[in-house]
């Protein structure tokens, strides 16, 4: 527990209009999960972007009309009736174990929705922290920017997915490679709890803290596991569950995160962290797009695979709770998580099926059809987005490359593959155009939107961007542009520069 905040009682903040509901069961853990402080005010605040449904969903709808809002979402005032922290945490970074922890980042809270769920509300860039390292604890404005866009655009895809409820520009300067005008964004989350949270209280080497650890996320986020025999064993079943929805959700829309380590991964099975992170345009499973990422470790095709190897350390820390005696407790995890192949490959094909027209899979010959598009694809190199769409309307097929003979003898087998199914083409159309957007977030139309935001403060091309991708299924007349997957890849990089 931490000391009551000395503004949390600050009546003046609290407007006419509405009121925050706050609690802080996070700080019910044992105190080295965390530092208590406050964010670092900031000199010229200006809010740049305020996500108003997203605040009238949570219950913070009111903000929008006030004048406090800016002081909230720069750091530069605490809420009423919180108590602001850092969380500590550690994580495997490309495969390295580091002790980490929120560097540049404080919870102010958690926000009891009005249908009474519980959101974290937590400032990106807010200043250092106990856990900053050499950093300086702020974030430059596009990838602040770009978090905003892109887990919105997630959220809209229908994605698991962190939210974000405002971007504010600082007016100071943070240095990376040059000078970056300074932004903070404020994020919303169903929890910051990662599986990095886990390995830190496994590596802090307290049993107690860590069983603490174990029954406040299931508490928190699957209560219907309480009272389980084996509560460990049980929330690892649930994460590699979430984890794995999550990831054929990223390998349906072409989404590439960049930096799984394992700090990234949340328990909740929400996307999180959006940094270095990018959509594939062409088909190929080694697309890479982060600066950093040299041996291709998090490319687009390898998703899956580290999302288990971050399972494995999930259980790794988790193996003083599943049983007192270790190597049983190895056995039951290594069991446990190498179900995770079977699992996560038959929801993908599902989804590739779903992709296609298909209700559901009826034979390996299901396979060969899916795998025999994605080869083509890949020698075709064809844009994943559009292809999809394209297949959904016969007229559309139009492009030289849907001449090929490789591509007409798939294109027989899969008429084919749906005669057999005997669904109407409405049907088929539909479930196609529900799983597969129109829009997604177009690196040059993205980098346009930043650009234009971070030289010229002109939040345009953003609004008229996200707004094409607020409804990314729909056909929206006039907006064709917005589909052009763009010259610049495959060079196209992502810095982690934030
Ligand atoms: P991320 O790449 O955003 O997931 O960050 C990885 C770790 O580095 C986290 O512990 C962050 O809090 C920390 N970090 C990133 N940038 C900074 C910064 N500018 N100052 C301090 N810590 C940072
Ligand atoms: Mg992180």
Request: hydrophobic share 40%; charged share 20%; glycine share 8%.
């Amino acid at each position: 527990m931490c000391p009551d905040n000395a503004q949390s009682t600050t009546s003046a903040y609290r407007s006419s209009a509405g009121q925050w509901h706050f609690d802080n069961s996070y700080l019910g853990l044992p105190g080295g999960f965390y530092t208590c402080l406050n964010p670092v005010a900031v000199r010229e605040p200006k809010l740049l972007l305020f996500n108003q449904s997203l605040a009238d969903q949570i219950g913070l709808g009111f903000l929008g009309s006030g004048d406090q809002a800016l002081d909230y979402f720069a750091g530069n005032a605490v809420p009423p009736g919180t108590t602001a922290f850092a969380q500590a945490y550690a994580g495997h970074q490309f495969g390295g174990f580091s002790m980490l922890g929120d560097g540049r980042a404080v919870v102010l809270g958690e926000q009891i929705t009005p249908d009474g769920k519980r959101v974290d509300l937590q400032l990106k860039g807010s200043g250092p922290t106990p856990y900053s390292r050499r950093g300086d604890g702020r974030a430059a404005l596009a990838p602040m920017l770009r978090e905003y866009l892109i887990s919105e655009a997630m959220h809209y895809l229908g994605i698991p997915t962190t939210r974000s409820l405002a971007v504010v520009s600082t007016g100071e300067p943070v240095f990376r490679q040059g000078t970056k005008p300074g932004g903070v964004l404020t994020r919303v989350a169903a929890s910051h709890l990662r599986v990095g949270t886990f390995q830190y209280a496994a590596a802090k080497g307290d049993v107690d803290n860590l069983r603490a650890l174990l029954m406040y996320a299931i508490r928190r986020h699957y209560p219907e596991l309480e009272g389980f025999d084996n509560p460990a064993l049980a929330l690892l079943q649930k994460v590699m569950d979430m984890q794995a929805t999550l990831i054929v959700h990223w390998m349906r829309v072409g989404f590439i995160h960049g930096v799984m380590n394992t700090d990234n991964m949340t328990i909740s099975g929400e996307t999180i962290d959006y940094g270095p992170c990018a959509f594939m345009n062409r088909y190929d499973r080694e697309t890479v797009f982060s600066s950093i990422d040299h041996q291709g470790r998090y490319a687009f095709g390898n998703q899956p695979g580290i999302a288990q190897w971050n399972l494995l350390r999930l259980a790794e820390a988790l193996l003083p709770l599943i049983d007192d005696n270790e190597d049983k407790a190895i056995e039951i995890v290594k069991e446990t998580v190498g179900q995770y192949a079977t699992l996560y490959t038959s929801r993908f094909e599902l989804m590739m099926l779903n992709k296609l027209g298909i209700t559901h899979k009826i034979d390996e010959s299901d396979e060969q059809l899916i795998s025999d598009l994605l080869d083509w694809m890949t020698e075709a190199e064809v844009d994943y987005t559009n292809t999809f769409r394209e297949l959904a309307q016969a007229e559309r097929l139009l492009s030289p490359v849907y001449s090929s003979p490789k591509f007409k003898d798939w294109h027989a087998r899969w008429k084919g593959r749906l005669n057999r199914q005997s669904e109407p083409l409405s049907i088929v159309r539909d479930l196609m155009n529900r799983t597969n957007p129109a829009y997604i977030p177009r690196n040059h139309l993205v980098e346009h939107a930043l650009a234009q935001a971070e030289r010229e403060m002109d939040l345009e091309p953003f609004n008229e961007l996200l707004a094409v991708l607020s409804n990314p299924y729909e056909e929206q007349a006039g907006k064709a542009a917005y589909t052009d997957p763009g010259e610049h890849d495959p060079g196209y990089m992502t810095f982690c520069g934030t």
